[in-house]
């Protein structure tokens, strides 16, 4: 049984021609990367968790999920949820990849069909014991990270922090990892939360953009926060800039699609405008 369960969760999707059929509806906006690398510090929202990150000269990729479908395969399909909008970006259209960053091993956020995809000299950073999942993809420069250890690519740094969600992908594999990332160069610190429900960050220190997933809370709200709980850590952060994620993509709870985005600005109030990418596609660049 553990063998089975774990090979469910191995397909690659080269057979699930089957997903193709019924594709989601394309994304409202479209993002324009015609300038990408000339960028300092931005950020493109792909859908769910996927965020496309420019800083300091590099390009990183959070949790890359562009497939229609995520879940177990089955032959010529994916059983699983279906994406209510389709990603932002394809596989072919996103610019040279400097770093693939994945913060734990759910379906919805390692997904390898999407990372099959992509070119495997880009380096991987992954939480531990999830190495074996990108690996035999053809991925060659891996690295794992506990909470508290720390690497360092070209100018930037990359430091594993502790969040309160799990790591199984299965149910069985409960030894797998989970984290979040504060990624930060000599002048900007980023918070990349991946998932996370209500814990106290203020030991963290003041960070400039901070990604939070903010749907998924009903009734999963020991592993997902609410809105109100990401707006309460992103101050604890003394963010600048709030990036919603994890929302809007795939139902994987009860509440309203639209529910938290609608919660999030509500509990930002007048400080909303720090709120700075709300509908998939959307991209922010940070003003000079």
């Known amino acids: 049984m553990l063998r089975l369960a774990d090979g469910l969760g191995r397909g690659r999707g080269r057979l699930r021609f089957l997903d193709q059929f019924n594709p989601p509806p394309r994304a409202r906006r479209k993002p324009d990367l015609t300038d990408w690398e000339s960028r300092d510090f931005s950020a493109v929202w792909l859908g769910h968790a996927t965020v496309l990150l420019r800083l300091a000269g590099k390009t990183i990729l959070t949790d890359p999920v562009l497939s229609h479908r995520i879940g177990v395969g089955f032959g010529v399909m994916t059983v699983g949820p279906r994406r209510f ?57 891996i690295t794992e990270l506990q909470w508290g250890e720390c690497v360092r690519l070209g100018g930037i740094s990359l430091t594993a922090g502790e969040v309160k969600h799990w790591g199984a992908r299965t149910f069985h594999d409960t030894y797998r990892g989970y984290n979040g990332y504060v990624i930060e160069d000599n002048n900007r610190r980023v918070l990349y939360a991946g998932d996370t429900a209500y814990r106290r960050f203020g030991d963290l220190g003041a960070i400039d953009l901070a990604i ?20 309460q850590m992103f101050e604890q952060v003394r963010g600048r800039w709030l990036l919603p994620m994890h929302h809007s993509t795939f139902r994987l709870s009860h509440e309203p699609m639209e529910e938290p985005m609608q919660r999030m600005l509500r509990a930002a109030g007048h400080a909303r405008d720090r709120v700075i990418i709300r509908r998939i596609g959307d991209q922010w660049t940070a003003p000079d």
């Open 212 to 231: 939070f997933g903010i749907g998924a809370y009903d009734p999963y709200i020991a592993a997902h926060a609410t809105p109100e709980q990401v707006w």
């Open 85 to 141: 909008v389709a990603s932002a970006l394809k596989a072919e259209e996103l610019p040279k990849l400097d770093l693939i960053l994945i913060s734990h091993a759910h379906f919805d956020h390692l997904d390898r069909p999407t990372l099959a995809r992509l070119r495997k000299s880009t380096p991987v950073i992954t939480a531990t014991k999830t190495r074996d999942l990108v690996r035999d993809l053809g991925f060659t420069n």
